[in-house]
């Protein structure tokens, strides 16, 4: 089946660092696609998303950027502080139609350690 | 301030017993998903629900169920046919005319089997 994944389940940078966050996935009808972060014991927190027509989106130091062509997508956070320090999920929808409109797939996750 | 309380943090479930998870929102949202998180993996879609007295399946439906008599309220009972249900189950919802980013997140409940 089509599902979303990552190539990396850990990742330690040292603070101040720019950290890079890669996610591929297999489905052609993605049409959005949203990065979030976990911290422990809570519920996921959007960061930044991106449509399908576009290749790159800026955030308050963090990007993202999608590759239809080899269908991976990466969340680049600049200036890496302890505070970043989470587990980060891509999620992927297609285009809306009907009910099911808006329901998300979710990758495994990357887990990021800041070194201080 | 509004958002989704999800209640209890922490549950524990003895062998062939049903527990409901309660989830809870005050943000006038019309859908709400339950998810369940395992270690080291992504959230999967358990049920969903678009509108009051309405609900769909999602992708692990089986020993779970969901009622939504209220569009404020959206509980998730655990069932003694779900055979590994320890988990970190997460409610989330979205309101009207809100796309994919506009999903909010509970903060979780961890249930555990005794």
């Known amino acids: 089946g089509e599902s979303v994944g990552l190539h990396l389940p850990t990742l330690s940078v040292q603070e101040g660092d720019n950290s890079i966050i890669n996610c591929a996935y297999s489905n052609s009808a993605s049409d959005y696609f949203i990065w979030y972060k976990q911290e422990s014991g809570k519920g996921p927190q959007f960061i930044i998303d991106?449509?399908?027509?576009?290749d790159k989106r800026q955030g308050q130091r963090v990007t993202v950027l999608l590759n239809k062509t080899v269908k991976h997508l990466s969340l680049q956070i600049a200036a890496t502080q302890p505070g970043d320090s989470a587990v980060y999920f891509c999620a992927e929808t297609p285009a809306p139609s009907g009910a099911g409109s808006y329901q998300l797939t979710f990758g495994k996750g990357t887990k990021l350690s800041v070194i201080p | 301030d509004g958002g989704i309380t999800q209640s209890p943090k922490y549950l524990f479930r003895k062998e062939g017993q049903n527990v409901t998870l309660s989830c809870e929102q005050n943000l006038n949202h019309d859908a709400m998903y339950w998810y369940r998180q395992d270690p080291g993996q992504g959230l999967r879609l358990i049920y969903y629900?678009?509108?009051?007295?309405?609900?769909q399946k999602g992708d692990i439906a089986e020993g779970y169920s969901v009622s939504r008599e209220k569009k404020e309220s959206f509980p998730l009972t655990v069932t003694s046919a779900q055979k590994n249900p320890t988990a970190f189950y997460l409610c989330?919802?979205?309101?009207?005319?809100?796309?994919?980013?506009?999903?909010?997140f509970g903060s979780g409940t961890r249930l555990t089997v005794v």
């Open positions: 989330a919802s979205r309101g009207p005319g809100q796309g994919a980013s506009d999903y909010t």
């Open positions: 991106i449509r399908s027509n576009m």
């Open positions: 629900s678009q509108i009051v007295n309405d609900f």
